[in-house]
């Protein structure tokens, strides 16, 4: 079982990006997917979190209005498509699964987690 993300990069203020979370060796349409971010020396926090029914829940409100989740179950993808990016939206983003031991929305201290992928954004 992996969780993969992907699509970070450099872009200025403002700008746009659409990071993707391929899943293997899950059904993605059991689960909730979490997304969470890390600057270096702090600890990882929650952003978001897609639910399996198309819903989401959010865990940081400065992100509402430019983050926003979708899926694609039959690609076992999760996309997060971030909008009006803020020099304080650089850093790592991961998503994460509950798995082995949920199926509910990942909390920081525990699941499967991916590597991450570095967005930086600065002018």
């Known amino acids: 079982v992996q969780l993969q993300a992907s699509g970070g990069g450099s872009v200025q203020p403002d700008g746009s990006l659409r990071l993707s979370c391929a899943v293997s060796?899950?059904?993605?349409?059991?689960?909730?997917i979490g997304w969470f971010h890390q600057v270096p020396g702090k600890e990882r926090e929650g952003i978001l979190c897609?639910?399996?029914?198309?819903?989401?829940?959010y865990y940081r409100d400065s992100v509402k209005g430019r983050f926003t989740i979708s899926r694609d179950n039959a690609k076992k993808t999760v996309y997060l498509q971030v909008n009006n990016l803020k020099p304080e939206d650089t850093g790592k983003y991961f998503c994460?699964?509950?798995?082995?031991?949920?199926?509910?929305?990942?909390?920081?201290?525990?699941?499967?987690w991916g590597p991450g992928t570095l967005v930086t954004v600065s002018s």
């Open positions: 060796g899950l059904a993605l349409d059991d689960y909730d």
């Open positions: 994460a699964a509950d798995w082995p031991l949920g199926t509910d929305c990942p909390r920081v201290n525990r699941g499967l």
């Open positions: 897609g639910t399996k029914d198309n819903g989401t829940t």
